[in-house]
């Protein structure tokens, strides 16, 4: 295991990030067309290709997942993704002609330093060198989408976790972490998620005994641009599951970021997450393991979130936010 969501069999992960830019992309790639499901329940998301994501649309898998950085114009790299995946033969078959099935979902990072790009918004060729890099080991932290978050008070980043339920299905998580709060309790290096913590994967401080005055009404990320916020998640297991019990386990993952980030699922931001099934296990959870796998997914979500701000570097620009290493001497 590598506690990470390449643990999942049939997926692998590729990053791209522009660092004059400030900002990146992560495309989640599928060995074969996977099931997949959605469920948002911040107010204000950006995303693509995630109607067909309900369970009585007529496409029933989907070839990639894209998390990136640049807002609205972030959705292009899903045309990068399709684009690397047309190439070699992937998609959703019409007559002669195959179309990848590519939903994506970005976060708004275009005020963190970044310079501009010209005619030509860069993030459909980081979608395709995403695509194209994707393999099963993968860095965490400023990289790829998560090159340009933040979080009300640190860096944010890419993170990753993955655990197996009692049944032996394998479940992991992938988020980019630019929260509209915090992930860690008022002044101190302790996260939120840390009673989901497993070994010293983001540090090992444990949970404080008290939560100090003042720290349940968190710090609020940019009171004079309260729009520029969201964290974006992929769940995945290698259940065989139907779109309609995946998008009961997107909903049960929101629970892990709301373990993680305080507050969660705002007017202010697009929290969401997307769920996957490779089916590789070759199995199909019965009603009580299917409870569990939700489950799982929001203990791995919440670790990958605190893992996410854990491993992440401040960007050089003048009046960036510090690292959760840099603040707290790790």
């Not at 660092?19 to 997949?36: R, Y």
């Not at 989907?62 to 990136?68: F, N, T």
Request: glycine residues 12%; charged residues 15%; aromatic residues 6%.
């Amino acid at each position: 295991m590598l506690n990470l969501i390449t643990d999942v069999a049939g997926l692998s992960v590729g990053n791209a990030h522009d660092p004059a830019v400030a900002s990146g992309v992560t495309a989640i790639v599928f060995d074969q067309p996977a099931n997949a499901s959605i469920a948002i329940h911040g107010g204000g998301p950006a995303v693509r290709d995630t109607a067909l994501l309900v369970p009585e649309a007529t496409v029933e898998t989907i070839d990639a997942v894209v998390l990136s950085g640049g807002s609205a114009f972030g959705l292009d790299a899903a045309g990068g993704v399709m684009a690397q995946l047309a190439k070699i033969g992937r998609g959703f078959e019409v007559g002669n002609v195959r179309v990848p099935i590519v939903p994506a979902a970005s976060v708004f990072d275009l005020a963190v330093g970044g310079s501009a790009w010209g005619p030509s918004p860069p993030w459909w060729e980081m979608g395709f060198a995403a695509a194209a890099s994707a393999q099963r080991i993968f860095a965490l932290g400023s990289v790829g989408g998560g090159y340009g978050a933040t979080t009300a008070t640190l860096k944010g980043g890419l993170g990753s976790a993955s655990a197996v339920t009692a049944a032996g299905f394998t479940v992991g998580a992938i988020v980019v972490v630019n929260a509209v709060g915090t992930v860690t309790i008022g002044d101190t290096p302790h996260f939120w998620a840390a009673h989901e913590e497993i070994g010293h994967e983001f540090g090992g401080l444990g949970a404080l005994q008290k939560v100090p005055d003042g720290a349940r009404s968190p710090a609020i990320k940019g009171d004079a641009n309260p729009r520029a916020n969201t964290t974006i998640a992929l769940v995945a297991t290698d259940a065989i599951m139907p779109k309609a019990y995946l998008r009961r386990t997107a909903i049960m993952a929101h629970d892990g970021m709301a373990r993680a980030i305080r507050p969660s699922h705002a007017p202010l931001d697009g929290d969401l997450v997307f769920a996957a099934a490779t089916g590789q296990s070759g199995r199909s959870p019965d009603l009580r393991q299917r409870a569990d796998i939700g489950h799982i997914a929001a203990h791995c979500l919440a670790r990958a979130i605190a893992r996410a701000v854990f491993e992440a570097a401040a960007l050089p620009f003048p009046g960036a936010l510090p690292s959760y290493r840099e603040m707290f001497s790790q």
